[in-house]
């Protein structure tokens, strides 16, 4: 279900697959009413109000959650510009849900994709530690020393970066609750060496299992954390 509240706008976008921006533009234009009544710019609704669109009634739009075992090769966007993107794999009813973090072209395995704002908020924030999984295989075998400065920090562009890491030689688990932009691959080159394959196994507590290259799975509402 929905929350018991939310902004006008989030839910005439959730209701007709509009963007943000679009909704408010309808409820500027006063195409949008509550209870009979024009709505306000940042006016809260309840599952109790009725609200319309040019006079139809709107539905809050159900919240659907799913697991794509993204292959290599397919950007997680909208628009690809000329090559694949993970939208490409799924059907139409699925096209309006959002990825929840990022896998970048060259990586794989376990990507999420929901129109639940509260759950990808559970997933994403920091606060909430939300572990992730990935098996990586390095160009060359990995020296302890060079594990010990993983373990305790590696000094990126953006922060500091720790991998937790399982593993020997030039395969290992890499486990990290951040999800910067190219944060694995980009700290593994601080320390002189190059990620070749990355593969996200685990998110929070889904699990990719044996889901097939390309392929996608709903994820059933008793196992919505």
């Keep these: 279900m929905y929350p018991d509240s939310m902004r006008v706008n989030k839910f005439v976008a959730q209701s007709c697959n509009l963007s943000r ?113 990935y098996a990586v295989s390095l160009n060359k075998p990995l020296q302890s020393a060079d594990q010990l400065k993983l373990k305790y920090g590696v000094q990126l562009s953006d922060g500091i970066s720790h991998l937790q890491l399982a593993g020997s030689g030039k395969k290992w688990q890499v486990s990290l609750v951040e999800g910067r932009n190219r944060q694995i691959r980009r700290t593994f080159e601080q320390v002189g060496y190059q990620v070749n394959d990355l593969h996200r196994t685990t998110f929070g507590p889904y699990e990719l299992g044996k889901l097939a290259v390309g392929k996608w799975q709903t994820i059933k509402k008793t196992d919505i954390i």
């Design 21 to 133: 921006r679009a909704a408010d533009q309808a409820i500027k234009a006063g195409r949008i009413t509550i209870n009979g009544v024009k709505a306000l710019p940042g006016q809260i609704v309840t599952t109790q109000d009725e609200l319309k669109l040019d006079g139809v009634v709107l539905s809050p739009l159900e919240l659907c959650t799913i697991m794509l075992h993204k292959p290599i090769g397919y950007i997680v966007s909208r628009n690809g510009q000329g090559k694949p993107t993970i939208y490409d794999l799924l059907p139409e009813q699925h096209q309006h849900l959002q990825p929840v973090g990022r896998l970048d072209k060259d990586s794989s395995g376990l990507l999420l994709l929901t129109n639940d704002g509260r759950l990808a908020q559970k997933l994403t924030h920091p606060s909430f530690n939300k572990i992730k999984c």
